[in-house]
T-cell receptor, first 112, second 119 residues
Framework: LAKTTQPISMDSYEGQEVNITCSHN???????ITWYQQFPSQGPRFIIQ???TKVTNEVASLFIPADRKSSTLSLPRVSLSDTAVYYC?????????????FGAGTRLFVKA | GAVVSQHPSRVICKSGTSVKIECRSL??????MFWYRQFPKQSLMLMAT?????????EQGVEKDKFLINHASLTLSTLTVTSAHPEDSSFYIC???????????????FGAGTRLSVL
């Protein structure tokens, strides 16, 4: 299983763009990169998933360099409600023994 | 789409009793379901993985006789905490994935969680 490393915490202000980088040096060829958001006392919520290059949806962008050893979640113009813990996970369901192991995540605090 | 319902959201029980938590996928077939527990200010810890119709695979250190998991249908999995004790108090979260969905196969959809307090 590819292990992930993220900053423990980040602070930002409302309206700023926030970039959270995740390192996954041991990512396997078939692994996908998935990001989740979790608010206190709630289950995580899927944000975005990618395999290579760039992926964008209505809430975030995901940048993945060619070597895929890291990825960056980009949140445009954050608001107070984006204060949460963000988790980066890598894995592939078709690889035997797939399971999702959560790292420590990044605690983002958005200030007014 | 892709909604996972988890009940109850909160349960308080006496020590020694058993508690059942349900996890349902409302609009997709959950070929695989996962159960996690989470302590305050900590990350999610995977307890077990279950595939529909087969026995759950437990993570090391998780007692399978204490945390009974049943995944009898493609839309329902249950976790029963047997003979609960105060140290079992935690936030339990289930998730499900649709293994038939192609590109979405690696995405997990999570329930809202169950706060268990054992007195």
């Amino acid at each position: 299983l590819a292990k992930t490393t993220q900053p423990i915490s980040m602070d930002s202000y409302e309206g700023q763009e926030v970039n959270i980088t995740c390192s996954h040096n041991n990512i396997a060829t078939n692994d996908y990169i998935t990001w989740y958001q979790q608010f206190p006392s709630q289950g995580p919520r899927f944000i975005i998933q990618g395999y290579k290059t760039k992926v964008t949806n209505e809430v975030a962008s995901l940048f993945i360099p060619a070597d895929r050893k890291s990825s960056t979640l980009s949140l445009p113009r954050v608001s107070l409600s984006d204060t949460a813990v963000y988790y980066c996970l890598v894995g592939d369901i078709d690889t035997g023994g797939f399971k999702t192991i959560f790292g420590a995540g990044t605690r983002l605090f958005v200030k007014a | 789409g892709a909604v996972v319902s988890q009940h109850p959201s909160r349960v308080i029980c006496k020590s020694g009793t058993s508690v059942k938590i349900e996890c349902r996928s409302l609009d997709f077939q959950a070929t695989t379901m996962f159960w996690y527990r989470q302590f305050p200010k900590q990350s999610l810890m995977l307890m077990a993985t279950s595939n529909e119709g087969s026995k759950a695979t437990y993570e090391q250190g998780v007692e399978k006789d204490k945390f009974l998991i049943n995944h009898a249908s493609l839309t329902l999995s249950t976790l029963t905490v047997t003979s609960a004790h105060p140290e079992d108090s935690s936030f339990y979260i289930c998730s499900a994935r649709d293994g038939t969905s192609g590109k979405q196969k690696n995405i997990q959809y999570f329930g809202a969680g169950t706060r268990l307090s054992v007195l």
